[in-house]
């Protein structure tokens, strides 16, 4: 299985500030496709997880411009240029290169 | 809108069965295939298994291929994951997913899946097994 892995494992930033998280795999996503199937959620204290981006930098619907994703082969990240109170959770990769299974990050924990 | 509510909080004992499910509405059911991810408290997500609703056509996570298993009830637009004998390491919230964006590729007869995210979740099913 592609094993995903995140750092830094807990994040502490002030509003206003940017923040950045690093997703690495163990085996290079570029499908013979040509897509690259990396994602990033974010999950809110006590909610479901929420998509954040797809395909390594796609913005979901409704997911705000401060949050982008960009990265190429085995090395992928996720930034916020600016964070607000709200972005606080846990951010996890995952991945969907050759299913399955699907696997994901360990997982970030942002504190605002 | 597109929503998936999920089956209420479950206490069970070690070996007694069970089933959860997720109902699908404001989109057509057969259309997305429908996952479901295991988080146990303090951990990360853990992709299970999934399902297409239009032909159950099922895919599983090997970690747990044989403990579990997903199917579809199209008449209701509803989606079960099932244990027949628990286990105290089964304590865990379960969500539901819906899977788009996934790609199938066929070659000579033989089909494979890539890509695919969860665009739409459910709030979550907690688990509770005592041994």
């Known amino acids: 299985d592609i094993v995903l892995t995140q750092t830094p494992l807990s994040l502490s930033v002030t509003p206003g500030q940017a923040a950045s998280i690093s997703c690495k795999s163990s085996?290079?996503?570029?499908?013979?496709?040509?897509?690259?199937?990396l994602y990033w959620y974010l999950q809110k204290p006590g909610q479901s997880p929420q998509l954040l981006i797809y395909?390594?930098?796609s913005r979901f619907s409704g997911v705000p411009d401060r949050f982008s994703g960009s990265g190429s082969g085995t090395d992928f990240t996720l930034r916020i240029s600016r964070v607000e109170a709200d972005d606080a959770g846990v951010y996890y990769c995952?991945?969907?290169?050759?299913?399955?299974?699907?696997?994901f990050g360990q997982g970030t924990k942002l504190e605002i | 809108e597109v929503q998936l509510v999920q089956s209420g909080a479950e206490v069970k004992k070690s070996g007694e069965s069970l089933t959860i499910s997720c109902k699908a509405s404001?989109?057509?059911?057969?259309?997305?295939?429908i996952t479901w991810v295991r988080q146990m408290p303090g951990k990360r997500l853990e992709w299970m298994g999934m399902?297409?609703?239009?032909?159950?056509?099922?895919k599983y996570s090997p970690s747990f291929n044989g403990h579990v298993s997903i199917s579809a009830d199209r008449s209701v637009s509803t989606v079960y994951l099932q244990w027949s004998s628990l286990r105290a390491s089964d304590t865990a919230m379960y969500y539901c997913?819906?899977?788009?964006?996934?790609?199938?590729?066929?070659?000579?007869?033989?089909?494979?899946?890539?890509?695919?995210?969860?665009?739409?979740w459910g709030q979550g099913t907690p688990v509770t097994v005592s041994s």
């Open positions: 997913a819906r899977v788009a964006g996934l790609y199938k590729y066929c070659t000579d007869g033989l089909c494979s899946l890539s890509g695919g995210y969860f665009d739409t």
């Open positions: 404001g989109y057509l059911f057969d259309t997305y295939w």
């Open positions: 399902i297409d609703p239009n032909d159950s056509n099922r």
């Open positions: 085996q290079r996503l570029l499908h013979s496709d040509g897509r690259t199937y």
């Open positions: 395909e390594v930098s």
């Open positions: 995952m991945q969907g290169k050759n299913l399955p299974p699907y696997t």
